[in-house]
């Protein structure tokens, strides 16, 4: 069946510092889709991707989608101590959605 | 809408007590999904629902696992027996096909 790899699995960055999460599958999905997760909390989520090439944005975050479709990355831009957190990607197999390991963003101030 | 609920929100049992976690999917949506989610796995798929059908339960790690969902409104994840490596949190989500996953607010369950 379909796989996501997601890398790193964790990233420490300094208040201000860029950061990128990188989501590969190892099938051609249809959408893929990021979620965020807070500690302590449940995931939320933040886009979804479905046309080939598609970059996308939300303030300081962007959003890409291979030209294959078969992988995808989030770029933040000047992090924030808001931006803690688990970042995952989600491809699509038929109905079902298949989570990436997650990638743990901790912000240092 | 009050989105995903889930219960009970902590549930500590002992080896070999049956365990039945519950949602309630947002009204409207056709999906539901069960994850479990442990440090070392990460969120893993268990159950898919369609239309309160289940479409693929091959994440389901053993037979002490089930889910029903009787209705739209209402599904269960039961484990029997516990066991202490079945301690985690599990989440439900809902969505409309194709559209953004709801999550509800997840069942930390431990085992001892």
């Known amino acids: 069946g379909q796989q996501v790899m997601q890398i790193p699995q964790y990233q420490h960055v300094q208040e201000g510092e860029d950061f990128t999460t990188y989501c590969n599958s190892s099938?051609?999905?249809?959408?893929i889709q990021w979620y965020k997760q807070r500690p302590g909390g449940h995931p939320v989520f933040l886009i979804q991707?479905?046309?080939?090439?598609e970059v996308k944005k939300q303030k300081r975050l962007t959003f890409q989608f291979g030209e294959a479709k078969k992988n995808s990355s989030l770029h933040i831009t000047a992090t924030q101590t808001t931006d803690v957190g688990t970042y995952f990607c989600?491809?699509?197999?038929?109905?079902?959605?298949?989570f990436g390991q997650g990638t743990e963003l901790s912000v240092k101030p | 809408d009050a989105g995903v609920i889930q219960s009970p929100r902590h549930e500590v049992t002992e080896m070999g007590q049956e365990v039945t976690l519950r949602c309630k999917p947002i009204?409207?949506?056709?999906?539901l999904f069960w994850y479990r989610q442990t440090m070392m796995r990460g969120l893993e798929l268990l159950i898919y629902?369609?239309?309160?059908?289940?479409?693929?339960d091959s994440g389901m790690p053993e037979d002490r696992f089930s889910a029903k969902m009787p209705n739209a409104s209402f599904s269960t994840l039961k484990i029997q027996p516990s066991e202490p490596r079945d301690s985690a949190v599990y989440f439900c989500?809902?969505?409309?096909?194709?559209?953004?996953?709801?999550f509800g607010q997840g069942t930390r369950l431990t085992v001892v």
């Open positions: 989500a809902s969505r409309q096909t194709n559209t953004e996953a709801f």
């Open positions: 099938t051609t999905l249809s959408n």
């Open positions: 991707l479905v046309k080939s090439g």
């Open positions: 989600a491809g699509q197999e038929g109905g079902k959605l298949i």
């Open positions: 009204s409207g949506h056709n999906s």
């Open positions: 629902f369609n239309n309160n059908v289940p479409i693929d």
